[in-house]
Nanobody, 125 residues
């Protein structure tokens, strides 16, 4: 089995920063991309950022470009999301995921092959 375990979510003030981590354990897996989704109450789950595990290329949602950065450490089997300039609109459950690029770029969640359980990010004063 493949396990994706997120950590780092917490309450943070508007304008603050936070780094989320996702560590993969268990079986090896062949997903070409890893990244992050988020889901706020009453809203659809949306792609946030993704990274090519082999080559490092990234894609970020327009809403987070310039504020968030995704990175990968293959030696540690970990992916990170650095979030700066946080706003209340960023409040959501953040999920780590592995799958095909289409899961994020064309919002096809059926292309997600492995999901983490999520970590809560709350942006509030």
């Amino acid at each position: 089995e493949v396990q994706l375990v997120e950590s780092g979510g917490r309450l943070v003030q508007p304008g603050g920063s936070l780094r989320l981590s996702c560590v993969v354990s268990g079986s090896t897996f062949s997903s070409a991309y890893m990244g992050w989704f988020r889901q706020a109450p009453g809203k659809e789950r949306e792609g946030v950022a993704t990274i090519d595990r082999a080559y490092g290329g990234t894609d970020l949602a327009d809403s987070v470009k310039g504020r968030f950065t995704i990175s990968l450490d293959n030696a540690k089997n970990a992916v990170y999301l650095q979030m700066n300039g946080l706003t209340p609109e960023d409040t959501a459950m953040y999920y780590c995921a592995a799958g095909s690029r289409a899961a994020w770029v064309v919002a096809d969640l059926s292309r997600v092959e492995h999901w983490g359980q999520g970590t809560q990010v709350t942006v509030s004063s």
